[in-house]
């Protein structure tokens, strides 16, 4: 049995008095109540504005995203996980601004269901005109809606390839049963639900639930189904599709034969620049550390620019599931150019006092309470591009988060049937 009501009752609805949106809130509620989803089977997915407020109003799944930007994190997890019923909510600002994103996923055909609380200004921001406001208007933005025609968010989305279309306001009594049927449908639905925004648009537009139906009754009807755009939902041709496509290659498999130094988590930050071979080192020492049987992640920054500016990447090894990627508390820091310093000054400063910072002689390092060791890469004849692998040798001769047997796996399983292989393994044989 699916409970009364699906909202949180330690944040109920915040919205100016006689804002549409709320109409909407409870709607949903009784749409799902309707459907007898529970909880577990529902992700409620938004973005910025007063529509992105749902996410926190409903006892389900949520993701709040960036403005516009909803419908690809919807995508996937819809591709992810089909068994979840998904619905987006969106304002007509995040439809303008992801325009793209919302003809993407008509031409999909997803099974996810787009409501559009469709109050045709950007009301959390001071009411400037959005892809909705009709071009007669008085918004903050001036006289910049006069110059565009408004857009018909169904005439949009029917031409794009959406399957379920209709428009309604917030005002109808079958509100619940339109979200219900668009929620029913076998693909990719849109809701374009109108209503006022009483914070700002009706300021300075005098704006009703009767005009609102006026309006509506001179455009076009969208009633749901659009006929010419009825086809398989796109998760499941996808997959049937896919069972007929040639398999990929399986992802390499690696074995963990050797035993790490400690079972410790370690945490890695490689800081240099361009043309230092940062992320080739940092996926070494990711491999290395599944040789040992240990999880790992990397993360790397660079700029846009080829061959300058700085490159950075930090590496998790841990014995336990990596969930979150980010490095809070570096056990590990190797410094060998000013960009990648400069780039991550403050990590210097994270390292506890048994962590380990290396860097090149010369240079100078941000104070830190880390032992700091000074490697002499010129008097060992090493090359800049050999710099980041020659710093994992060192830490590897001394049985620092890796050992010499474990750099040699990964260089032997990333350089196999490469000719940098025999030099990356005189690399790491430099320290000994």
Not at 285 to 292: D, F, H, N, R, S
Not at 365 to 372: D, E, G, L, Q
Request: proline share 5%; net charge positive.
């Amino acid at each position: 049995m699916s409970k009364e009501s699906f909202l949180n009752t330690d944040r109920p609805p915040v919205f100016c008095p006689g804002c549409s949106h709320e109409r909407v809130v409870y709607a949903l509620d009784k749409a799902f109540q309707r459907l007898k989803f529970e909880p577990h089977q529902i992700v409620l997915v938004s973005d910025i504005g007063c529509s992105g407020l749902f996410d926190t109003f409903f006892n389900t799944h949520a993701v709040h995203g960036l403005h516009g930007r909803a419908l690809t994190y919807a995508t996937g997890i819809k591709m992810a996980r089909p068994d979840l019923h998904v619905v987006v909510t969106m304002g007509d600002g995040g439809l303008g601004i992801g325009g793209a994103h919302v003809i993407s996923a008509c031409k999909r055909n997803l099974d996810i269901t787009l409501l559009v609380l469709n109050n045709f200004n950007y009301g959390m921001t001071g009411g400037q005109c959005s892809a909705t406001t009709p071009s007669s208007a008085v918004v903050s933005s001036g006289f910049l809606n006069r110059l565009e025609k408004p857009l018909d968010v169904c005439l949009l989305v029917k031409s794009a390839g959406a399957g379920w279309v209709a428009r309604t306001s917030v005002y109808e009594k079958d509100l619940v049963s339109r979200i219900e049927e668009a929620i029913n449908f076998d693909g990719f639905s849109v809701l374009d639900i109108w209503g006022i925004c009483t914070g700002r648009f009706v300021k300075r537009n005098k704006t009703t639930p009767g005009k609102i139906k006026d309006e509506m009754k001179a455009l076009p009807p969208c009633e749901g189904i659009v006929p010419e755009n009825q086809r398989l939902e796109y998760s499941k041709h996808y997959r049937k599709l896919a069972v007929r496509s040639s398999r990929s290659p399986e992802p390499l498999c690696i074995e963990a034969c050797h035993r790490p130094p400690d079972y410790r988590r370690q945490e890695v930050i490689i800081l240099g620049s361009a043309g230092q071979r940062i992320l080739t080192a940092g996926e070494l020492l990711c491999i290395a550390g599944a040789t040992a049987g240990m999880h790992a992640s990397q993360k790397s920054d660079y700029p846009i620019t080829i061959m300058r500016g700085h490159s950075v990447t930090e590496v998790i090894l841990s014995p336990e599931a990596i969930d979150f990627t980010g490095i809070e508390n570096p056990t590990i820091v190797v410094a060998i150019a000013e960009e990648g310093i400069r780039r991550r000054s403050s990590v210097f400063s994270k390292v506890s006092e048994d962590g380990v910072v290396l860097v090149r002689k010369g240079l100078h390092i941000p104070k830190t309470r880390a032992s700091v060791i000074e490697l002499d890469f010129k008097q060992r004849n090493i090359k800049p591009q050999d710099w980041a692998l020659a710093s994992l040798a060192w830490l590897a001769s001394k049985n620092i988060a890796l050992s010499i047997p474990m750099l040699k796996s990964a260089i032997e399983i990333r350089f196999r049937g490469s000719p940098a292989l025999e030099q990356a393994i005189k690399i790491a044989e430099i320290w000994s």
